[in-house]
């Protein structure tokens, strides 16, 4: 398997353990474990940064630009509801 291809699945999978961090902070039923999820959050979000920063400088994690256009239309969509 190549880099690029482990880099992809180990930035699905920090996502996802980001997502059950954040989970469990909104879910914890008292200050301590709050405090343990996001301290826990805070350091996956570091790594799922520093994983993307390292994709992105070697060209493995292509983002789209969108036209202004389509940024206002949704941007009126919203503001009228």
Same mark, same amino acid.
């Given at each position: 398997?190549?880099?690029?291809?482990?880099? &992809?699945? &180990?930035?699905?999978?920090?996502?996802?353990?980001?997502?059950?961090?954040?989970?469990?902070?909104?879910?914890?039923?008292?200050? &301590? #474990?709050?405090?343990?999820?996001?301290?826990?959050?805070?350091?996956?979000?570091?790594? $799922?940064? !520093?994983?993307?920063?390292?994709?992105?400088?070697?060209?493995?994690? !292509?983002? &789209?630009?969108?036209? $202004? $256009?389509?940024?206002?239309? #949704?941007? $009126? !969509?919203?503001?009228?509801?």
């Amino acid at each position: 398997m190549e880099d690029k291809d482990l880099m &992809e699945k &180990e930035l699905l999978i920090i996502k996802g353990v980001c997502d059950l961090y954040l989970h469990g902070t909104i879910e914890s039923s008292t200050a &301590e #474990v709050h405090e343990a999820f996001k301290c826990a959050l805070n350091e996956s979000l570091n790594i $799922q940064n !520093k994983l993307y920063n390292m994709m992105s400088e070697k060209g493995w994690y !292509k983002m &789209e630009n969108v036209e $202004q $256009q389509k940024i206002d239309t #949704v941007k $009126q !969509k919203f503001a009228s509801k």
